[in-house]
């Protein structure tokens, strides 16, 4: 009895791990019929040491997502974070420089039609009476999307949210 529920335990945990394996991949990336794409965040954070405008960059390569992650942290950057440049190419996006916290950044859809991937952004500000650091910000997201061709343009669609105080 003892070895059936081992056995059933253990094959549960290799399920499960698969699954995780299976959605963690990016070349997992999934294109819905109605042209929405799926997309992991790759990076995200509240300083881009070198990047002080909101601006976008779309990297299809890892001398330019090395050359990126310079410029996001500096002399003292972390790890290089494992992207296949085969399956995917990295879309960054930044919010600009503010003088205090509570702003940020973030995609909130990526969709494709036959001609164009559209990339949404929504810039998160914080609300008149929210009390924020007086910390300098430069919000920024990096997202791994699926390669779809060198001729598809990408358009950005950009919203403000502003966000309430707790």
Same mark, same amino acid.
């Given at each position: 009895?003892?070895?059936?529920?081992?056995?059933?335990?253990?094959?549960?945990?290799?399920?499960?791990?698969?699954?995780?394996?299976?959605?963690?991949?990016?070349?997992?990336?999934?294109?819905?019929?109605?042209?929405?794409?799926?997309? @992991?965040?790759?990076?995200?954070?509240?300083?881009?040491?070198?990047?002080?405008?909101?601006?976008?960059?779309?990297?299809?390569?890892?001398?330019?997502?090395?050359?990126?992650?310079?410029?996001?942290?500096?002399?003292?950057?972390?790890?290089?974070?494992?992207?296949?440049?085969?399956?995917?190419?990295?879309?960054?996006?930044?919010?600009?420089?503010?003088?205090?916290?509570?702003?940020?950044?973030?995609?909130?859809?990526?969709?494709?039609?036959?001609?164009?991937?559209?990339?949404?952004?929504?810039?998160?500000?914080?609300?008149?009476?929210?009390?924020?650091?007086?910390?300098?910000?430069?919000?920024?997201?990096?997202?791994?999307?699926?390669?779809?061709?060198?001729?598809? @343009?990408?358009?950005?669609?950009?919203?403000?949210?502003?966000?309430?105080?707790?």
């Amino acid at each position: 009895m003892k070895d059936t529920l081992f056995i059933a335990g253990l094959c549960i945990l290799i399920v499960g791990a698969g699954a995780l394996f299976y959605f963690l991949d990016p070349s997992q990336t999934t294109h819905y019929r109605d042209g929405s794409v799926e997309f @992991r965040v790759v990076a995200n954070g509240q300083y881009a040491q070198e990047v002080k405008t909101r601006t976008n960059y779309r990297i299809r390569n890892r001398e330019e997502f090395s050359t990126l992650w310079s410029l996001l942290h500096g002399n003292e950057r972390p790890p290089l974070p494992s992207v296949d440049f085969g399956e995917v190419e990295v879309l960054a996006v930044f919010d600009g420089s503010h003088s205090t916290g509570g702003y940020g950044i973030m995609v909130t859809s990526v969709t494709d039609t036959e001609l164009t991937r559209v990339v949404r952004i929504t810039h998160q500000v914080p609300g008149d009476t929210c009390v924020t650091s007086f910390a300098q910000t430069s919000p920024y997201q990096l997202i791994a999307v699926p390669i779809k061709g060198e001729g598809l @343009r990408m358009v950005h669609e950009d919203s403000t949210e502003v966000v309430p105080c707790p």
